[in-house]
């Protein structure tokens, strides 16, 4: 979950006035009961902000359980978080914690003697990795299946923490460098690191979903995107999401021992560019295994300056995220979610791979059951999606 600076970029929103009477663009005037909930709400002007009231200050009783944290913010697209979160969610003591449980730092990442140097992992250890990753696998699907309209994120964060609980695990994300929740959910324009929160999912929303779980002292992690409602319907959503799909895909046939880890990017890159997708570099793919973040690091665009190559019993992730339009990210006021700077739509896709003596086991495979999967391309009908 390493962040790196961003540049920033600023996008001007169209907006429409909230008049319900009232067709017209929207100015600089906003309801100041709505500022104070932390909820954008603009106007043409005073006279109709006032012909409107009666029917607008009804909106005020159903903002007043959720707000905006940041309204001030200067938001790339047009999603908005939507707090207060939910209190942290409870561990029973008989959960195996990692090492940042509890105060969040992980002080064994930390360690720098021989940082750079990648684990081989004994047989004993890779059964340890598989039946993680197996878990981790099932968390997922269960956590997918809920991923429909009108359900929130924090719905989802709940599931996803029950069923760790119900597999004896710990939900790797939880309090990660003080990350508030059991799994990330990244819909539309956020890259990743999307913190759960109050949003209901709408119908032709797209939503990453990311779990990691540790269990045996173990780390499994993987993540997909899926379509909420209709979104597979919509050209650019499908364009995106199967891009990214096929860019994970496309990556993994090279892994085998004596790959080298600065190369997969090259593969990736070029998948991506074919589908006239951009690739973000700030985030990369990494080691894995008693540890949540580790070497090698595995960067997805390019020409990159990876060092290493693959060896038999190495474990790491290949996680490319994939976007619309500009591969540059920035990070919102929470410190945790990266979005791209022009609201553009962005999907990813992570497996945790385990190189073998003569290829690679890709140990959070999909299942004959798994919820997801490809779609075909749909017809074209209007313009580019929405975020």
Same mark, same amino acid.
């Given at each position: 979950?390493? &962040? ?8 001007? &929103? ?6 319900? %009477?009232?067709?017209? %663009? ?19 002007? &005073? ?78 250890? &890779? ?53 508030? =929740? ?12 999307? /913190? ?39 050209? %650019? ?65 390019? =020409? ?13 992730? /290949? ?69």
């Amino acid at each position: 979950m390493d &962040q790196a600076p961003a540049k920033e970029v600023t996008v001007q &929103q169209a907006r429409k006035c909230e008049g319900e %009477d009232c067709g017209n %663009d929207a100015g600089a005037l906003q309801c100041p009961t709505c500022q104070k909930l932390g909820k954008e709400s603009y106007f043409c002007g &005073q006279e109709c902000f006032k012909r409107n009231w009666s029917t607008h200050k009804q909106l005020h009783k159903s903002q007043n359980s959720h707000f905006n944290p940041f309204p001030t913010y200067n938001f790339s697209g047009s999603l908005r978080p939507s707090y207060p979160l939910s209190p942290r969610r409870k561990v029973p003591d008989s959960i195996r914690l990692p090492d940042y449980a509890s105060h969040g730092i992980p002080k064994s990442e930390q360690v720098f003697v021989g940082r750079n140097r990648i684990k081989i992992l004994t047989k004993q250890e &890779q059964d340890g990795m598989r039946k993680v990753c197996r878990l981790a696998r099932e968390v997922l699907d269960i956590a997918a299946r809920e991923a429909k309209p009108g359900v929130t994120t924090d719905h989802i964060d709940k599931v996803v923490h029950d069923a760790c609980m119900e597999r004896n695990s710990y939900p790797s994300p939880l309090n990660y460098c003080h990350f508030p =929740k059991s799994v990330c959910t990244s819909p539309n324009e956020v890259i990743c690191h999307g /913190i759960p929160d109050q949003r209901p999912l709408q119908d032709g929303d797209i939503l990453n979903i990311d779990v990691t779980l540790y269990h045996g002292g173990f780390h499994g992690d993987l993540n997909e995107t899926y379509y909420i409602g209709k979104a597979d319907q919509d050209p %650019d959503s499908v364009r995106v999401v199967e891009t990214a799909r096929d860019c994970l895909e496309e990556s993994i046939k090279l892994v085998k021992p004596g790959a080298l880890f600065r190369d997969y990017g090259n593969t990736i890159e070029k998948v991506a560019k074919a589908a006239n997708c951009g690739v973000v570099k700030t985030y990369c793919g990494h080691g894995i295994n008693q540890l949540f973040h580790c070497a090698p690091n595995v960067p997805h665009y390019a =020409k990159n300056k990876a060092v290493g190559e693959a060896k038999p019993g190495m474990c790491f992730t /290949i996680e490319p995220m994939i976007t619309l339009g500009t591969h540059k990210d920035r990070t919102w006021p929470d410190d945790w979610t990266s979005v791209t700077t022009d609201g553009s739509r962005t999907a990813q896709f992570e497996h945790t791979l385990l190189v073998t003596e003569d290829g690679v086991e890709v140990l959070t495979a999909r299942l004959a059951d798994s919820p997801g999967g490809k779609v075909p391309m749909p017809t074209a009908t209007n313009g580019a999606a929405t975020s």
